[in-house]
């Protein structure tokens, strides 16, 4: 009898263990959960958002065949400029911007954010176009002007080096200008026009290849004006 008294009152002091463990170690997991959220909202400025919400954010360009393709074009392009050992927060901040925008914006403005994020992109990494005179000999722009990758922005015809190179109108170099010069909120509130990104959109098909020495292959499955 004494035997099995024994071995009850250890059996209830092995579960009493047990269940003392299980809810401790639920008190250690709750609290690293809430140290950790603390963390990232101190990463992110303070704003009071959990890692849970922020990637909800972009869940829909998983969702949309544009904004998927938008969306992974913008991440080649992150992966073929990005050098881990040279960070660069205008690219970095540039495609956030861009992602984000791309996950909530309606679908007629995906191409405009498109060529929002090539031209950020392209400053960031310190290849943007000159544009205001002649990219080879530097004089003024006047009469016809083409887009010359080769000599890195407008120039004249007889200048620009040999290569593929783009005729620009005066519509399309204005639309150029805007587009590389312009804060993010005055191209959101005045934006492009379809004309405008047609003509941007075939500039940076010469531009992006000869910036990156390839063709992105997701450049043929962009959404465009």
Do not use: K, M
Not at 11 to 39: D, H, N, P, Q
């Amino acid at each position: 009898v004494l035997a099995l008294v024994g071995a009850f009152f250890f059996g209830v002091f092995i579960l009493i263990l047990v269940v003392g463990l299980a809810v401790l170690t639920w008190l250690i997991l709750t609290l690293r959960l809430w140290w950790l959220r603390r963390r990232w909202n101190g990463r992110a400025g303070g704003r009071g958002q959990d890692p849970f919400v922020r990637e909800d954010r972009l869940r829909s360009l998983g969702q949309d065949l544009d904004r998927y393709l938008a969306a992974s074009y913008v991440l080649e392009l992150l992966r073929a400029w990005t050098r881990p050992a040279l960070p660069n927060p205008p690219l970095y901040r540039a495609g956030l911007t861009t992602l984000g925008a791309l996950a909530a914006a309606p679908r007629g403005a995906l191409p405009a954010w498109v060529a929002f994020f090539e031209a950020r992109a392209v400053d960031a990494t310190g290849h943007r176009p000159r544009l205001d005179a002649c990219a080879a000999c530097g004089g003024e722009l006047q009469g016809a002007i083409v887009f010359s990758p080769a000599a890195g922005g407008l120039a004249h015809p007889d200048c620009a080096p040999p290569g593929p190179r783009r005729a620009v109108g005066p519509a399309a170099r204005e639309a150029l200008v805007r587009l590389y010069t312009a804060r993010i909120r005055e191209l959101a509130e005045a934006p492009l026009g379809p004309q405008e990104l047609r003509a941007v959109r075939q500039i940076h098909d010469l531009q992006i290849p000869h910036l990156l020495e390839r063709r992105p292959q997701a450049l043929a499955s962009i959404p465009r004006a």
